[in-house]
């Protein structure tokens, strides 16, 4: 979870937990902390090839955008196949089509409506549990 609100983050992890899930979440303030852990020192992003993400992002935080995680989460051979859940307070439609043109999965906007939140994560996690993501060309 890429979320630079300490109350936002705890409200998101209560709903995801309501929700069932019980994976592991490892919070981030910014885009830099998470970065690094997605792509690893060496940046190559080989160290999330074998991992299981789902990616909660918001796109406004202190050090850059979401959005430039997004593409370069979506643009990582390692990393591209991960969902993207986008969690923010931007409704600018541009914004939202951008958000799914470069490859977001949900885009939800805050204040969110936590019960339909939980919902979406729960039938994503059962969508990926079931259904390998195919490569993108």
Do not use: W
Request: charged content about 25%; overall charge negative.
């Amino acid at each position: 979870m890429i979320e630079d609100d300490e109350g936002h983050a705890r409200l998101i992890e209560r709903n995801i937990r309501r929700a069932g899930v019980s994976n592991d979440i490892i919070p981030f303030t910014n885009g830099t902390d998470a970065l690094e852990f997605l792509f690893g020192s060496d940046g190559s992003g080989q160290v999330s090839s074998g991992r299981q993400l789902l990616i909660l992002l918001d796109l406004n935080l202190p050090d850059m955008t979401g959005v430039d995680i997004l593409e370069k989460v979506k643009g990582n051979p390692h990393t591209r196949r991960s969902p993207v859940v986008v969690l923010t307070t931007t409704d600018d439609a541009r914004e939202i089509q951008r958000c799914y043109d470069m490859g977001a999965n949900v885009y939800i906007t805050k204040p969110v409506n936590y019960d339909g939140f939980a919902n979406a994560i729960r039938q994503l996690g059962l969508f990926f549990a079931v259904m390998q993501v195919p490569e993108t060309a």
